[in-house]
């Protein structure tokens, strides 16, 4: 996500003619967007993505359930 801000940014500069990076070739200015793909090619290649999106899902499902029992006032059970 990062890498596809700073490449934004730096477009915005390239394009706008702004500082250094107006004498920048167009290669280093773009980089950014390779790097974003290639982290994001990882990221599935690897499960990292489904990985933390499963965690999420799990976390959520522990606090609804925890929120519920609170509700009901039996609060929730301490771990063994």
Same mark, same amino acid.
């Given at each position: 996500m990062y890498a596809l801000l700073l490449g934004? @940014? @730096?477009i915005l500069l390239k394009y @706008? &003619?702004?500082g250094p990076v107006a004498n920048w070739s167009w290669w280093w200015v773009l980089s950014p967007f390779a790097v974003a793909a290639a982290w994001w090619a990882w990221a599935d290649a690897t499960g990292y993505t489904k990985r933390k999106a %499963? &965690? /999420?899902m799990d976390q #959520? #499902? /522990?606090d609804r359930i925890n929120k519920q029992k609170e509700s009901m006032g %039996?609060?929730?059970r301490r771990p063994r």
């Open positions: 934004i @940014l @730096l @706008l &003619e702004i %499963m &965690e /999420k #959520r #499902r /522990k %039996m609060g929730p």
